[in-house]
């Protein structure tokens, strides 16, 4: 089992910046992969940055690519999302979700089998 809390989010002007977190607990961290997904209304769940388990592979999807930094702390069982030069299409709920099954990383939220509660960001133009 694997627990995961979000946190980080708000309300910030386009160009600006925020950094999510993804605390973990349960089943030892640096064993598995991790991604950032998010669900803006009446859309469906996408990717948005993955990392492997040591942190050496990191996905994005190409509309933060340049943006957006995904990194973890093993020692902190944490995973972040860096983002910068927000955009009012970024505004969504954000969701960090855990992998333990597969040895590759993933990009589809089919693929992840633990995740959080979702932190709110919204981007005013």
């Known amino acids: 089992q694997v627990q995961l809390v979000e946190s980080g989010g708000g309300l910030v002007q386009a160009g600006g910046s925020l950094r999510l977190s993804c605390a973990a607990s349960?089943?030892?961290?640096?064993?598995?992969?991790m991604g950032w997904f998010r669900q803006a209304p009446g859309k469906e769940r996408e990717f948005v940055a993955a990392i492997s388990w040591s942190g050496s592979r990191k996905y994005y999807a190409d509309s933060v690519k340049g943006r957006f930094t995904i990194s973890r702390d093993n020692a902190k069982n944490t995973v972040y999302l860096q983002m910068s030069s927000l955009k009012p299409e970024d505004t969504a709920v954000y969701y960090c979700?855990?992998?333990?099954?597969?040895?590759?990383?993933?990009?589809?939220?089919?693929?992840?089998?633990?995740w959080g509660q979702g932190t709110q960001v919204t981007v005013s133009s």
């Open positions: 979700a855990a992998d333990t099954f597969n040895r590759v990383v993933r990009t589809s939220p089919l693929e992840y089998d633990y």
């Open positions: 349960g089943r030892t961290f640096s064993s598995y992969a």
